[in-house]
């Protein structure tokens, strides 16, 4: 039997394009992470760039001018905001870790009461099945407790290193007045680097995912800064209503990182907690949190159809698939990286997936 050494060739050229897209992706979000400070000031400058074009359209101001009084706006709320979040994540972190034990021992208190509240009696269940089932209630919680105690001293451990976060938030608020004033001189040089068959090649396609992707993640980002302001202000106004809402802004903070999480969503989080402290005989917050989650979903349902353009057109399977293999290279990050970067080969490879992927590449053409 001859082989088809032309077949093959390009088989093995399709494979490699495929696995240095990849690769290529990877690394690209390894350099934006390490690079995170001029990430954060690209992002911002997307968000107020229709600002920026409002104020140069209608009042005549040029690019330097607009720029530079949208960036002391900006830069009043980011510093105030900065400053209220850091003292107060201080302050409800430092509450939260001394008061860990306590709160998991009450809910360990409560699953036991649950478990010996039933009349196993009645399903011939042994006794040493409920005593296993008991331990493994409590392991677990345990290990829950470990891995807040870790989560909340990281917490902490970034929250103080104070000239950390100086460098980074300088850097980032002076790339973002660069990138504002001088974003024509910062694409003509880019232009002018880059050699012209890349430019002519790679010009569109890089337009188009940029065009893609930035409105899916500006929509998302929308979306899930919604959810968490009204969630914020829905847990103060509990607190000031004197409700047992002892860490609004860690609350909400946490509620906000899993509604960001493709698949789940915030009542993943606000339900059981309407359960436990329901059960723990706080029926006015439980019912008050459900509440809350309604209002939550009606404002997500109200705005996503007004923010979100399409569907990005990817089954729940897989984004789960890439959030789990994002968790596993990456860690906890690799959860948001792992559909993104799923976004993005769907855009680069559309054809070769409508087609079908292993036809695509082994087909004979």
């Excluded at 392991?139 to 103080?160: C, H, Q």
Aim: with cysteine.
């Amino acid at each position: 039997m001859i082989m088809d050494m032309h077949y093959w060739s390009k088989v093995f050229k399709k494979i490699l394009i495929l696995l240095l897209s990849i690769i290529g992706i990877y690394l690209a979000f390894k350099l934006a992470i390490f690079y995170m400070p001029f990430l954060i000031a690209f992002i911002l400058s997307l968000l107020i760039e229709p600002i920026i074009r409002f104020l140069m359209k209608h009042f005549k101001f040029t690019r330097k001018a607009s720029s530079i009084l949208v960036f002391v706006v900006a830069l009043g709320i980011i510093i105030g905001l900065l400053a209220w979040g850091i003292v107060t994540l201080i302050t409800e972190s430092s509450n939260l870790l001394e008061g860990l034990n306590g709160y998991f021992s009450k809910i360990s208190i409560q699953f036991q009461n649950l478990v010996s509240g039933f009349d196993m009696s009645k399903f011939a269940i042994p006794q040493e099945f409920l005593q296993v089932l008991q331990n493994a209630g409590n392991d677990l919680l345990a290990t829950v407790s470990e891995w807040a105690k870790d989560a909340l001293n990281g917490l902490l451990n970034v929250i103080t290193s104070i000239p950390t976060i100086a460098i980074y938030t300088a850097v980032s608020i002076i790339a973002l007045y660069f990138i504002c004033t001088d974003k024509i001189y910062m694409l003509d040089q880019v232009e002018h680097h880059l050699p012209e068959i890349w430019v002519k090649r790679l010009g569109k396609h890089v337009r188009e995912i940029i065009h893609s992707l930035g409105c899916f993640l500006k929509a998302e980002a929308i979306l899930v800064l919604a959810s968490f302001i009204v969630c914020l202000i829905g847990l103060y106004i509990f607190q000031f209503m004197g409700m047992a809402v002892e860490y609004p802004l860690l609350a909400a903070l946490g509620i906000g990182f899993v509604d960001a999480l493709p698949i789940f969503g915030s009542a993943t989080v606000m339900i059981p907690w309407a359960i436990i402290v329901a059960c723990d005989g706080d029926i006015t917050l439980g019912v008050s949190l459900i509440i809350l989650l309604i209002i939550m979903g009606m404002v997500r349902q109200f705005m996503e159809p007004r923010v979100v353009s399409g569907q990005i057109g990817i089954h729940p399977i897989f984004t789960l698939i890439a959030m789990y293999t994002g968790f596993r290279l990456i860690g906890v990050i690799g959860m948001f990286i792992g559909p993104i970067i799923l976004i993005i080969l769907k855009n680069v490879y559309g054809t070769l997936i409508d087609k079908g992927v292993m036809k695509a590449i082994f087909d004979r053409e």
